[in-house]
């Protein structure tokens, strides 16, 4: 079945840091890859997103990259404030093969990254 | 802000009541998504509707059930409660059947 692999946490980083959070995924189909974040006491915000191999999703200065030779859509920052803490979750959609059918997200288990001024 | 609503933000009850958790999608999202968020499941997939029909199912226990109302506003039922029903409750829409999915704040539910 589809299953999506995170880095395991938590990260802690401080403020200006590079940051790398490591996702792979097992589908079947052609999976539509997201990104979402939780801040704390909220609900699950859309960071960004890639429908196809060797796209870019970009926001808020992360980018990921679909990567399909490697089933994997790190997510990165160049420079981390502290305002970036929060849970970030690796998610994909796969209509499977037909491309029919209803869409579910299957998320990773989640990454808790603090930041430290 | 999303557009999707949740109420209540905050259930308490106990074990062996019934309860029902309310979602109100975007304006013109047709389908709507549950997903329970557990400290020992991460984040399931329960269950999704679209334009008021069931479209799949995940995960989601015999004792749990869900419709979408012509109004497109779906609710989610959950009976005979358990201590392990704890858990965040978190409905999405997206605009049809596939698509973005946008979430809403979630339902804290806690059973004593």
């Known amino acids: 079945g589809n299953s999506v692999t995170q880095m395991e946490g938590p990260v802690t980083l401080s403020e200006e840091a590079f940051l790398t959070i490591n996702c792979t995924y097992t589908?079947?189909?052609?999976?539509?890859l997201f990104w979402y974040v939780q801040y704390p006491g909220e609900g699950l915000q859309l960071l960004l997103k890639?429908?196809?191999?060797?796209d870019k999703g970009s926001n808020k200065g992360f980018e990921a990259t679909y990567r399909k030779e490697t089933t994997s859509f790190h997510l990165e920052k160049g420079s981390v404030q502290v305002s970036d803490s929060a849970v970030y979750f690796c998610?994909?959609?796969?209509?499977?093969?037909?491309?029919?059918?209803?869409?579910?997200?299957?998320f990773g288990q989640g990454t808790r990254l603090t930041i430290n001024p | 802000d999303s557009g999707v609503t949740q109420t209540p933000k905050h259930l308490i009850t106990a074990t062996g009541q019934r309860v029902t958790l309310r979602c109100s999608p975007r304006?013109?999202?047709?389908?709507v998504y549950w997903y329970q968020q557990s400290l020992d499941q991460g984040l399931q997939f329960l269950i999704q509707?679209?334009?008021?029909?069931?479209?799949a199912k995940g995960n989601i226990l015999e004792r749990f059930s869900a419709q979408q109302f012509p109004d497109l506003h779906s609710e989610l039922n959950l009976s005979s409660l358990e201590l392990g029903d704890s858990a965040l409750y978190f409905c999405?829409?997206?605009?049809?059947?596939?698509?973005?999915?946008?979430f809403g704040p979630g339902t804290r539910l806690t059973v004593l």
């Open positions: 998610a994909l959609s796969d209509r499977g093969v037909e491309r029919r059918g209803a869409q579910k997200l299957v």
């Open positions: 890639a429908t196809k191999a060797d």
């Open positions: 509707y679209y334009n008021g029909e069931e479209r």
């Open positions: 999405a829409s997206s605009v049809e059947d596939r698509g973005t999915q946008y």
């Open positions: 589908a079947t189909g052609y999976p539509s």
């Open positions: 304006s013109g999202d047709l389908s």
